[in-house]
């Protein structure tokens, strides 16, 4: 399967001395579901920020789609066009309906001089509504996002994330704010949108029993470092306690 993302040795350390990562390497391959596990502070958040090109990480190197992430203000354009991030708390704006939200994904295609006007198109009024499509949500484009369930409003972000035409998806904690059958029920449509798509994605997830269940392969993170790598079904009591710690309880 070709090869999308490589991240080699990569670490990071914060101004205030925080070692956030410790040498982490990975590869995505195009259309493969991968999450990463691990306690809260263990580092996922920083990796999923330098994959994008929002932190800067302090050691080793990024990889996408053949091109190594060189960190100038080009590259950085061209990497966050490609890939679309899909947050914990939505990142929607309350007061703009459903439709405006998910235009918000086509801004990068967008001259630096019309992104302020928030002008789009008639093709990209199109691709957000197919996107509110794919979610289920098409019949609710001109209600207010604050209006919205909270699942119904993380299933907006993901179709403002699709609207993006990206190359690989981010999603970092996307349903942890979410009651368990919530979150199933939103993963669920998630990951069979994506792999219809065939679009690789990268997730921080905190529930391990939907990294299993929705995974192609699983990270363990510990301290900033990883600890282990495979397949859902090796996920074993001694792998979890390895990850989270001997207390851990399953």
């Known amino acids: 399967m070709p090869r999308l993302l490589m991240v080699d040795n990569l670490a990071h350390t914060y101004p205030d001395g925080t070692r956030a990562l410790r040498g982490v390497s990975l590869a ?34 990024v990889e996408f789609d053949g091109r190594t992430v060189d960190w100038d203000a080009g590259s950085l354009r061209h990497l966050r066009r490609m890939i679309a991030m899909i947050f914990q708390h939505f990142n929607l704006i309350g007061n703009l309906s459903v439709l405006s939200n998910v235009l918000m994904g086509r801004l990068s295609y967008q001259s630096c001089l019309m992104q302020p006007f928030y002008s789009f198109s008639k093709r990209d009024r199109e691709i957000a509504a197919a996107a509110l499509d794919k979610i289920g949500l098409l019949n609710e484009w001109d209600k207010r996002a604050s209006e ?30 979410l009651d368990p059958l919530t979150a199933d029920t939103v993963l669920g449509h998630f990951v069979k949108i994506v792999r219809k798509e065939k679009l690789a994605t990268l997730m921080n997830l905190h529930a391990v029993e939907l990294a299993r269940k929705y995974s192609d392969r699983i ?15 090796e996920l074993t009591t001694a792998v979890l306690k390895s990850i989270y710690g001997e207390e851990y309880d399953g």
Request: with cysteine; glycine share 16%; net charge positive.
């Open 148 to 177: 919205l369930s909270g699942g119904q409003q993380q299933r907006v972000g993901v179709a403002r994330a699709l609207a993006q035409e990206p190359r690989l998806l981010l999603a970092d904690e996307p349903v942890s704010s």
């Open 219 to 233: 990270l363990g993170v510990r301290e900033g470092q990883c600890v282990w790598q495979g397949l859902p079904d």
């Open 28 to 61: 995505l391959n195009r259309g493969e579901i991968l999450s990463i596990i691990g306690l809260s502070g263990a580092g996922k958040s920083t990796l999923l920020r330098c994959i994008n090109g929002l932190v800067r990480p302090t050691e080793g190197s």
